[in-house]
């Protein structure tokens, strides 16, 4: 038997750290946003759905089409078109094409 436990637009998470207001969260394939900040120890959310700005990077050839597929780079911490052989998370996709000279793209988020 199958029974409804949230919407799933966000999902329970219980951090080890403090996590800030903003801050991507990665657990293995499971990429989310934290809302709010979620104090160590302290049960708290993290969007699943929804569209967000992350940042990206800058300068020649950095440019990024609206409809195409993103990951996050933890060790950079910016949203990128390449998944570098399943090192970095899928996101979602962009939603509005950021030019080369844009700190941010828009990605709607899709697990």
């Not at 570098?84 to 697990?111: C, F, H, I, P």
Request: aromatic share 6%; charged share 25%.
């Amino acid at each position: 038997m199958v029974k409804l436990v949230q919407r799933g637009d966000s999902v329970d998470y219980q951090p080890a750290a403090d996590v800030a207001a903003g801050s991507v969260v990665v657990q293995e394939d499971l990429v989310g946003v934290a809302g709010r900040e979620i104090k160590a120890g302290q049960l708290g959310a993290l969007a699943v759905t929804g569209v967000y700005e992350f940042p990206k990077a800058t300068g020649v050839g950095s440019a990024i089409a609206a409809g195409a597929k993103l990951y996050w780079d933890v060790a950079e911490a910016v949203a990128k078109t390449d998944s570098e052989a399943g090192t970095n998370k899928y996101l979602g996709k962009a939603v509005k094409t950021a030019a080369d000279a844009d700190a941010a793209v828009r990605v709607r988020l899709s697990q």
